[in-house]
Each structure stands twice: as C-alpha cells, then as structure tokens.
C-alpha cells in the first residue's frame, strides 16, 4: 500500500513539473514583460532595454529559462518579479493566506455537504430534500464573483441593521488595529465570515449534490437490506451501513472538488481583498510577469496533485476493496 | 416454417407493447416541473436576445449623450451606463454571447470526450495510457490561469478562438468518465459479437459504443453549457475572456460591480440575467438526468442480478 | 379454512409458525399499478420446509420480503401475515425489527452484495448477535461469531472472521449470511434464492449447510426458487406461484408425480433432465408471463395454457383442495389426473440428423483445437508494471468438434471453459498450441483470411439482454454480419425475414428494438443473427442459462432443429449438465484450465470415471423427490483454488475425495505425476486420473 502510493506521488511530481513549464512556456511566448518599460516617456534608450532584456534573460531559449528558474526553487530561490522584488518575500505570507481560506472552506464545505446530502437522501422527496436540492442548484448557478459581490450587500445590510461593524469585506485584519490577542481575534473573525461564506456555500452545494445521489444508490442496496434482516431497524441500519458506504465515492469528488476551489478562491480573493495567490495571479498576469505565474501555477500543481493523492489516501482507508496487501 | 411450428409458436407472438425510448424520455422529462420550466426559460432566453436587438431603439454600441447613469425608463428599459450606453441592448448582447458560447462549449467539448474516452477505453494499452495521461495533465493545469495566459494572444481575434480555448479546458472529466463506461461496454456481448464479426474498431466505437452512451452525453453536454457560461463569464469579468468592443454578461457585471450599492441597474439585470440562464441550464440537465438514466439504471441493476443468477 | 380441512392438512396439526392469508402487493410503476402480489395464503409449520416455486416475476420474492416488512415505503401492502399470533402487517419498523433477525431471519439471493462491504465479515455476523442481546459483550459475540462461522462450515474461521467480504468466494459469503440468519435461533428463515448465484458443487454444499441450519434450530424454511431440483431435494411441501398468486400446493412427492395445474405439468416437462435415457423433445410454454399492470379477468395462464376453455377467460380459479393436502387453481383440473405434459403440450417428436447415419470418424473436422494454452500476467503497479503471477486460465486443452455434433464443455465459473471460447473466436495464434478452423490452421492468416474466416464461426452469447445493441433495431441487427461481409443490399433486404421466420419470429418484428422483446425472443434474434452468414460452427456460450425455464425449453428445442436442418456443429458452454446431457452429443469437462474427462455423452453421463465428474454430476438435483431422495451426494470440501497458483501434480487433488482415500504411495502419484488423457474401456471415453474407476452417480 504505501508502495503503491510512493508511485503515485513521484508521478506526481512529474505531472507537476511538466504542468509548471507548460504554464512558464505559455507565459514567456505570449507576456512581453518590457511593454510598459519600452513605452515610458522619455523612452529609455536601446542599451538600457537591451540591458534589461538580458537581466530578464529574455533571450535565451524558454526550455533553459525554466531549467535555470526551476533549477533556483529547488534551492529556494523563486527569482523576482519584472520590477525587481523577490518573489520569496511574498510568497509565504500569500501561501498563508490563501490556505486559510481554502481550508476552512473546504472543511466546512465537506461537512455540512455531506450531512445536507444524507438527509436529502434519507428524507427523498420530502420538503428538506426539495429545499436543499433548490438551495444547491441555485448556489452552483451564481458565479462566484455574483455570490461574493451579493454577499458584500447582504453583510451590509446587517451592518446598517445592527448600527456597527459586524462584518468586514476589505482585507484579512484592520491595517491599523492594535488590541488584546482576543479583540485581534475576533477582528480577524469579522473578515474571515464572508470570504469562507463565498467558497463554503459552493462547497456546501457541491458536496451535497454528490452524496445525495451517492446515497440514494447505497438505499436501494442489498447489504441494507441484510442489516435490516438482522434486526436494525432502518435508521441505525442507514447510518452504520449505508453512510459509511456511501462515503467512499466521495474520496474521489474531493479531488475534483478542489478545482472548484481553486477558482473561486481566485474570484474571493481578489473581491475582498486578501493578498493570496488567486490574487497574485491575477496582478501577475495583468502586469504580464512570467515568474509569479509560474509560481502561482507550481503552488496550484502542487495543491491540485496534493488534493488528488490526499483523495487516494483516503479511498483506501475508507474502501477495503482496494487496500492492497 | 412448417417442419417446426412448435418452435414458431413457442417463441410468442405478442411483442411487449412499450412506448418508444424517446416517447418516455419525453414524457419523464415533461414530468419534471422544474426541467420543463428550465427548458422554457432558456427558450424565452434565446429568443429574446436574439430579437429584442432587432426591435429595440438602441444598439448597445451607441452612446446617449443626453443619459449618463440614468436609472430604468420607458426609453432606457434598463438604464444607462456612465458613458450613456444603454444597458437594455448592452445585456441582451451579452446574454447572446454568454448563451452562443456556452452552447458551443458544451457540444465541442462533449464531442471531443466522447472520441478521446472512447478511443481511450476501447483500444486500452498504450493509446489509453498516453491519453490519460494528456487528461491528468490537463486537469493538473488550471484552465482558468492557462486561458488568462493566452488571453493577449486572442486580443482582435475573433471570440471562436476563444470557445476553442474553454472547449479545450472543459472535457477530460467527461471523457474519464466515457472511458470508465466503454470499457464496461467493450465487454458487452452485443460489442463482442460484432468483433467476431468482423467489424473494425472505429466503426465498433460509432456504431455501438457511442450510441450506446448517449444519455451520460446529452446530460453532461447540457451540465458543462452551464459551467462553461460560468468560465465565460469568469474569465470576461477579469478581461481575460470576451474582448471590448463586443460585451458579455461577464463583462458587463464588472463594469457594474463596483457602483453596484448606488446604481443597482448597472449590476442587476447582468448578473440576474446570468443567473437565470445557468440554473435553467441546470435544471434541465438534472431532469434529463433523470429522465435518460432512471430506466439505465434500472436495468443495469436488473442487468446484474441477471449474470448473477446465471453464472 | 373449516375444521375438516384442517383435519385433511397434516402440517397444520401441530399449528403453523407464519400463516400469511390473502396477501397483496401492489407497487406504483410508469404503467400504472403492478400487482406483484395478489392474494396469496400459505402457512408453515414448525421444522417444516415449504418451497415456493416459480419464475421471474411471479411474485415470489416480493412475498417474502413483505412477510419481513423489507418493502420499499412505495408498496402497498394488504392482508395479513401472522407470526405465531403477532400480526407483522402494519406493525412499525422499530417493532418489526426486535422480531427480525430474532425470530424470523433471511438468507438472500445474491451473496456478493448481501454483506457490506466495508466491514469484516466476523463483526458482521457479531453485529447480529448484539443487536438483539445488548447484554452481550464484543468479544463475546466476536468468539460466538467465530463459532457459528465454523458451524456453516468455514475453514480456519477465527482468522477468517477478520477478512472483508470481498476477500470470500460465493459459496463462503452465503455461509456467512446462513451464519448471521441462525445466530439468534429463529423460528423460520426465509431463503430467497439462496443457491442461483452459485455453481453447483457450491450449491449442493450450501443446501446442505441449510439442513444443518434447520437441525440445529429447529426453524421452519421457506425455500423461495426458480428451480425445481432443488425443490426437490429439499422441500416438504411446495408451492407453484403464477401471475403473483400460489396456482398449485401439495406435498413434494404428489406434486411432482401428480400435478393438476396446467401451469406445473409444463414447467415439469420443460426441464431437461439428468436422468433421461432418451432424447425426448422438451415441452415449451408458449408466449411469456403476463405484465402485471391491468390484469383481464379470467386466469393469469390462459394465453398460454392448452386446454384453456372460454371459462378460463371469464373466471380466475380458486385455489381449491383437489386431493389429499393438494391445492390447484385450474377450472380443468379434474382432467389432469395423471396427464403426460408431452400429451397436454402436444409436442412433436423431434427429426433425427441426416448426418446420424454417417459415423462420427468419417465426417469433416470443423474444429480442432491442440494443446491450447491461455495464460493472464497478473501485473501490479500504475507506471512501471511488472509481473507478480500467472494465471493459469486455459492450460493446455484439446478437442474436436465434427460436421453436425455437439460437443458440450462443462464446468464451474472460473474453470476456463469462456476463456477457451473466447480464444477460438478471435481467431489468432493461440499463446501455445494450435487451433484449426475447417482444416485451415488460423496461425499466419492475414487480417483478410481471418475475416472471411470468421463467416463460418459464429457466436450466441449467454445474456440475451447484453447481447444486442439496445440502440439497433432488430432489421439491423440482424443484418450487421452481412453488411460487414459485403452483401448486397437488396439480398440483405430478403434475408432478414428469412432468418426472423428460421428462429421463429415475424418478419413484422424487424422494425422493433430489442428491448421491445422478451428474453426469450432476444435469444432467438441473436441466434438469427448468428445464422445470417450461414456459419459451419455455432459457438453457444451459456445460452439459454439466463433464460426462465419455460423459455428455455424453446430455445433448446430451436437449437436441435436447425442443427438438425442445417448440418451445423455446435460447441456448448455450459454450466447446467442437465442442459448437456440434453443437447449434446459429446462432453467435455473442465477443471482449472484442464479437460478432465471428455466422451460420448451417455457413456460419461451413466459412467463417470474422474472423480471431479462424478461429484459435479452428484451435485445436480433431479427434479424428481424419489430419486432425490434415494441418491448419495458426493461433497466436495473447499473452494476451487486459485488459477494462478493450481496445485502440483493433479490439479484437483486438494478436493478429491479419491485422493484422501489412497495410501501414502498412491497418493505421492496424485501430488507429483500430472495425470493425462486416456482412453478407458468405452469407445468413446478419455481420463485424465491415475486412479479413474467407473461410478454411477445416478
């Protein structure tokens, strides 16, 4: 078993590595990074281009770039932007971000989708399915960057209700708030309500969907049917066999899931500020910058491939079936 | 038959009258109150954003001089913009692109999951491993940051290159999936019996296989219009999709994203217009799930317990 | 019921365990209303066995589950099913559940997916146990699930205990679900199928298990199947469903020699048995079960029946005593004292072959297949694979197949017998060994030879649902193997309802879709579809094992006469031997990748000489209680072991009851010396056994 998943992550790996030069190739043939420095008035003069070309080592071939570059991570040097920061100074404090973000999201999502899911199954054609089935459709249908913008509004309106601050849509903290570990806490809180709102609903809709349906086969199961032959009556049979049955099927979605994530977290980030990696994203595109793009596009490998191997972990353990001896 | 009527008439002579497969789909799908007012409301859909322009007074590239962020009204229905474009003939331009290409999206890019899963699950060997392969890498890559990358390229050009763009991004759970199911149908009998019969592989795939998938890819070419108007619009909403002059539904919600809270109409009709369009999506592609599937999954459940008792 | 019926009725003296009286079930459907069940009574006593016989769709199971109140909340239920004198209808699920498992328990069709599977099957059946006595501890109901385990006869079952369900065969998840079904010693267990997944020898050791089950418990069984041998064998008293409502009851015995229901005679006449000495044609019933939605007035059988009378379509009988303990529901009933189904059915005899009168050794040799070998790598790993094992599926087989015979190649799931078909189909050089189609060795043919060779090999598979392409009509279906051939259009156009009128269909059927038919008919289009090329060689793999047996009657039938009428050869795979010994004129008998015995069939039929033989034909029940119960089963122990690792020496050593037998010498033999063929004294007869002895089975 833990051979096998070994294999799985070197290969990996490789995905990974080969998705970063795709991305880096991309972006060196389409980006002309000197754009906006060739067009600045007065124009610098040719030699000073020139130079500046060759500090980006716009010349060489794209596949030594990326060897030089890549060559560089692996030492922990992730180079420098276009204007000449290191990309390093941000980066973590980005990853840091962003991963809050993503993994209370994600939590929350899995959880309260997995128990809306089960009762929607459980509860089939009842009132509670129809109004989680009519929540999810509708939450899947909202763009994220509508959901966000709608949620700004409604946490608006409860700031107008309440006559204070409840909720913050701008940033992680207040820039300039100072107070007890608690009242930072709890500033922290009032930005964090909204943001993981946007990507836990999603979640939430998604997650539900696929264990409602997961579910509903379990139901018409034989081995249900067996556990109520022995004499459980169809509640504790439902939980104890058909739960734990249905939940196996999810281990994969959790892997696709996490897409979903991805580009929401983008949209999130960038509506209510947070300085994360969907947000750098954006910026380094906009600024035309290959080296946080292909640092964007390693970290989002990396937590795609993660997720998938997380998702194979969790399938063994959840499913005996493939659990090799 | 003379020599053997008792073989004849052992066979029966009554056929089980059942209604046609597509008669029932049809009277499933029209059961499902939901679908049935999806299926209306994109009609309604379409054909508004393709005639309204025709009779409407203003064209969305025109300026109204003497109306600058002017609220709804009887001769701007749905207002203007801070330059005096007219958001009425604005929206319904962008709801024809927003719709033209989600609909292109999904056929494409369920045609091309359809030929590579099947190609994938029927040749098997190094063909299958070589595009799985091409799909984990595919998936791997964010389409969202591979699309945005490109986006300078495809600036002037025309929007088709970029349905290709988003149909290249949008098929390979599909095809997993196809690939998943061809392989269970490459061991079907009536598959088998048309290789020992000497049928060749390609017309195998599109005489049996494909057809035989026809439910999983109505449904998911439906479901993936939905999310390809959602990718649409993203990736317009940042700049990276539809190029101005021309306008889509995502592009016309970040204009109006920012005065969203003073002049509701700039962000409202956009995004309720959206909205609107994939959750009908949606529903559709949920009742034809369960009008296609519910008697796919009947009989594959039959199917089972009838190798099961056989073997 | 009055006093003097219940005199006449000997099980009800000493007070029935469940009494069900005028049970209905009624489910919602895109047709409207099924009536699954209508109006069904029984009852059975203590320690009694009742089987209820009938075929898909007449209601049998759905019965069983409402007597367990397993129903889906979308049945309606009406009537009343008493346990002792607890009324279980209407009763509410926490209520049900103290009584199920406890009082009543069930044993199910399908053992794959009867047990959960991600839970070891010792805390399975331990779960059963607790369920109803909290009081007990875990690892207390852990040892006595370990007990009951070994009880139904599972090897080694404390470490067993700890294995999931996937990690068990057929036969030894059933055993495990006989063991959580006796754990709270009910009073009755309701067996649903218990023995239709599994191949025979595993059926014979899993009804066997039931009997210990009712001994050690002393329940009453009732014993839901579609097969009358088993039946047979097994039951006191049976039961025969139609249209979901009981048409026929009586004692096992005066049913089977006695039946007074149209219905019965014919089932009874439409097997084929292990013990017939003559070919006689089988009796068909014409036509199929009716469609359970809007049932006429009048009886459910008459469009079938043959001595249906105009009351037959105004009234449905009553079932009504007919003789001592013997219930039928039949207005004619009177008249079938002692009627012979061939007689009632009117039958006709079947055509000998033209090519009986040449003896076999003078006609061609359609099929010869040498020494073939067919060997799966069983690999692991995603990127780099490697070879971790061998399975051994075909291991060096031989046979031919001659102008106008039939050779029958039996054997349980697993022993190669499909891989072996699928070898010869394809038509490529086989791993080792040769195989020669009509005299031309299929090694070296370029990819043009080998499709004009495969116009004469073609193929019925065994599910008639699989095996057409439910998006085809049937016009094209037929005609895909002539359109794949290059023949004409307008020739195609007059074949097509030549083939459907040959397999006996309509030629107005062509439009329709497959799944427009019955199961029946299905086969039938695929054998027209086979015939279409006009092949040599008919490669039949379990044809008509998915097939009710009254259909199947039909289809057998079918077979004889167009073999007969076009000089076919058949090869016929098969796990049924009653079906064998029925249609074929030759067998072959496979064990793990092996032939080991191959004959004439009456000689390998009456004298078996290889043991695995003998103990397979041992395992088939014969529809018939006399000869049921004068017969001495042979068991074997274990499960067949694994392809990719056969034992040395004689592969069938590790089961053989002959091997245990021996002394230490003869049994190093058995262990070191990998028997081959040999002739025995009959003509047509070969051993693979060092120790082959004749034994009649039957």
């Known amino acids: ?325 | ?311 | 019921m009055t006093a003097a019926e219940q005199f006449l009725d000997p099980v009800l003296a000493e007070g029935p365990v469940l009494t069900v009286s005028n049970l209905s079930v009624s489910f919602p459907s895109e047709a409207g209303r099924v009536d699954a069940v209508r109006g069904l009574s029984y009852e059975i006593a203590t320690g009694e066995v009742l089987g209820i016989v009938g075929e898909s769709g007449s209601g049998k199971s759905v019965s069983s589950m409402a007597v367990m109140g397993l129903l889906p909340g979308s049945a309606r239920i009406s009537g009343s099913v008493r346990f002792r004198d607890t009324e279980l209808i209407g009763k509410p699920d926490v209520e049900l559940s103290r009584i199920r498992g406890r009082r009543i328990a069930m044993v199910f069709q399908d053992p794959l997916s009867a047990l959960t599977p991600v839970f070891t099957v010792g805390d399975q059946v331990a779960e059963a146990l607790q369920v109803h006595r909290r009081e007990l501890s875990a690892s207390a109901a852990r040892n006595r699930a370990v007990e009951l385990l070994d009880l139904v006869g599972i090897p080694n079952a404390g470490s067993r205990a700890k294995a999931f369900p996937h990690e068990f065969s057929g036969g030894m998840r059933q055993r495990a679900v006989i063991a959580m079904a006796i754990a709270n010693d009910p009073d009755l267990i309701i067996a649903d199928e218990p023995t239709t997944a599994l191949d025979v020898t595993v059926q014979a050791q899993v009804l066997d298990v039931l009997k210990t089950a009712r001994e050690v418990t002393g329940a009453g069984i009732l014993l839901i199947t579609h097969d009358l041998g088993v039946v047979a064998g097994v039951a006191d008293r049976v039961l025969v469903m139609y249209a979901g409502r009981a048409v026929e009851s009586a004692p096992v015995d005066e049913l089977f020699a006695r039946p007074r229901m149209p219905y019965t005679l014919g089932l009874l006449g439409s097997l084929p048995r292990l013990d017939d000495e003559e070919r006689r044609p089988l009796v068909p019933i014409e036509g199929q079960p009716p469609a359970l939605t809007n049932l006429p007035a009048g009886c459910p059988f008459t469009p079938r029946c043959p001595l249906a009378v105009d009351l037959c379509r105004e009234v449905e009988p009553e079932l009504e005593i007919v003789a001592m303990a013997h219930r039928a529901a039949c207005h004619r009933s009177s008249e079938l004292v002692r009627s012979d189904a061939t007689d009632v059915y009117g039958v006709s005899t079947l055509a000998e072959a033209g090519t009986g009168e040449v003896p076999r050794g003078e006609r061609p040799v359609v099929l010869a297949v040498r020494d073939m070998i067919k060997h799966y790598p069983i690999t692991r790993g995603t990127v780099l694979r490697r070879r971790i094992g061998t399975v051994h599926a075909v291991d060096g087989v031989s046979f031919e197949v001659r102008q106008g015979e039939t050779l029958g190649l039996v054997g349980e799931s697993g022993c190669g017998k499909t891989t072996t078909l699928m070898e010869i189909l394809s038509l490529t050089q086989p791993e080792r060994g040769s195989v020669e189609v009509l005299g031309r060795d299929v090694t070296g043919l370029d990819r043009k030879a080998r499709t004009r060779l495969r116009r004469d090999v073609q193929v019925v598979f065994q599910d008639p649902v699989a095996s057409l392409d439910p998006r085809m009509p049937v016009a094209d279906i037929i005609a895909e193997p002539l359109v794949t051939h290059g023949v004409l259009r307008s020739e195609i156009r007059t074949r097509v309802p030549e083939l459907l009128r040959l397999v006996g269909l309509r030629p107005e059927h062509a439009s329709r879709y497959p799944a427009e038919f019955s199961g029946g008919q299905r086969q039938r289009i695929g054998i027209a579809r086979a015939l279409a090329l006009e092949p040599k060689l008919l490669v039949l793999d379990e044809p008509v094992s998915a097939l009710d047996v009254s259909i199947q009657a039909g289809v057998v039938n079918l077979l004889e006469e167009l073999r007969v009428r076009l000089g076919l050869a058949y090869l016929f795979v098969a796990h049924d031997l009653s079906v064998v010994r029925h249609i074929a004129d030759r067998v072959a008998v496979m064990y793990l990748g092996r032939i080991v015995e191959i004959g004439e069939v009456r000689t390998v039929f009456r004298a078996p000489q290889h043991p695995y033989t003998q103990a397979l034909l041992s395992a088939i029940p014969v529809p018939d209680p006399a000869v049921e119960r004068a017969r001495e089963r042979i068991l074997l122990t274990g499960d067949l072991p694994s392809p990719a690792d056969p034992p040395a020496g004689c592969r069938f050593r590790s089961r053989c009851f002959r091997y245990t037998a021996l002394d230490a010498a003869d049994q190093r033999r058995c262990e070191q010396d990998d028997p081959a063929l040999e002739r025995t004294d009959a003509p047509d007869q070969q051993v693979a056994c060092h120790f082959a002895a004749p034994y009649a089975v039957l």
């Open chain 1, 1 to 325: 078993m833990a051979r096998f998943l070994v294999r799985r992550l070197l290969n990996y790996v490789a995905l990974c590595l080969i998705a970063t030069f795709l991305a880096f190739g991309l972006a060196s043939l389409t980006f002309n990074p000197l754009a906006a420095y060739a067009e600045r008035t007065p124009p610098p003069p040719p030699a000073a281009i020139a130079a500046k070309r060759a500090e980006l080592r716009l010349d060489d071939p794209i596949p030594a770039r990326f060897v030089g570059w890549i060559g560089d991570v692996a030492l922990g040097d992730f180079g420098t932007t276009t204007t000449g920061t290191p990309i390093g100074e941000q980066l973590f404090s980005r990853i840091g971000v962003s991963l809050r973000l993503f993994a209370l999201g994600t939590v929350i999502g899995v959880v309260v989708g997995v128990l809306v899911g089960v009762t929607g199954a459980v509860r089939q054609y009842r009132f509670t399915d129809y109004a989680s089935t009519v929540f999810s459709f509708v939450i899947l249908s909202i763009p994220v960057f509508v959901l966000a913008q709608l949620l700004k509004f409604g946490g608006l309106q409860l700031n107008a209700a309440a006559g204070t601050t409840i909720l913050y849509f701008q940033g992680e903290v207040t820039p300039s708030f100072r107070g007890s570990a608690g009242a930072e806490l709890l500033d922290r809180l009032q930005h964090l309500v909204l943001p993981t709102l946007a990507i836990a609903l999603q979640q939430i809709a998604y997650y539900s969907r696929y264990q409602r349906s997961a579910m509903l086969d379990v139901l018409g199961s034989d081995f249900l049917r067996t556990a109520q032959a022995k004499g459980l009556t169809r509640p504790r049979a439902l939980f104890k066999h058909g739960l734990r049955t249905a939940l196996i099927p999810m281990a994969t979605l959790f892997a696709f899931g996490f897409g979903l994530l991805l580009t929401g977290g983008v949209f999130t980030e960038r509506i209510f500020g947070w300085f994360g990696m969907g947000d750098w994203l954006v910026y380094g595109i906009q600024r035309q910058d290959t080296t946080i793009v292909a640092t964007v596009t390693l970290f989002v490998a990396v937590l795609v491939l993660l997720s998938g191997w997380l998702s194979d972990v969790l399938y063994a353990a959840l499913d005996p079936r493939i659990r090799i001896r």
């Open chain 2, 1 to 311: 038959m003379t020599a053997s009527t008792d073989l004849g008439t052992g066979a029966g002579e009554q056929v089980i009258d059942q209604p046609r497969r597509g008669a029932l789909v049809l009277r499933r799908l029209l059961g499902n109150r939901l679908a049935v007012v999806g299926l209306g409301v994109i009609v309604a859909l379409f054909v508004l954003a393709y005639t309204a322009p025709l009779v409407y007074h203003w064209d969305y590239e025109e300026l109204d001089y003497t109306a600058f962020l002017a609220a709804p009204s009887a001769d701007h229905w749905f207002g203007t913009t801070q330059v005096g474009g007219d958001v009425f003939a604005q929206t319904m331009r962008g709801l024809q692109k927003s719709l033209v290409i989600g609909l292109l999206v999904g056929v494409i890019s369920t045609a091309v999951a359809a030929v590579v899963g099947a190609a994938a699950g029927y040749f098997g060997g190094w063909v299958d491993r070589s595009l799985m392969w091409l799909v984990d890498l595919l998936l791997v890559l964010p389409s969202f940051l591979v699309i945005a990358i490109v986006s300078p390229t495809f600036r002037g050009q025309t929007w088709l290159v970029f349905v290709l763009l988003l149909a290249l991004f949008a098929w390979m759970i599909t095809a997993r999936i196809v690939r998943g199911m061809t392989l269970t149908l490459r061991e079907r009998e009536f598959v088998k019996a048309a290789r020992f019969m000497g049928v060749p592989p390609w017309k195998i795939i599109f005489r049996h296989i494909v057809p035989n998938m026809s439910s999983l890819l109505i449904i998911d070419a439906t479901i993936t219009v939905g999310t390809a108007i959602l990718a649409e619009t993203g990736l317009s909403f940042f700049g990276f999709g539809v190029q101005p002059p021309d306008v889509s539904l995502g592009s016309l919600i970040a204009a109006g994203v920012d005065s969203a809270q003073t002049f509701p109409w700039l962000f409202g009709f956009s995004a309720g217009f959206l909205i609107l369009a994939v959750l009908s999506v949606n529903l559709v592609g949920d009742g034809l799930r369960d009008a296609l599937d519910a008697g796919s999954v009947r009989s594959r459940r039959a199917d089972r317990r009838a190798r099961g008792s056989a073997t």
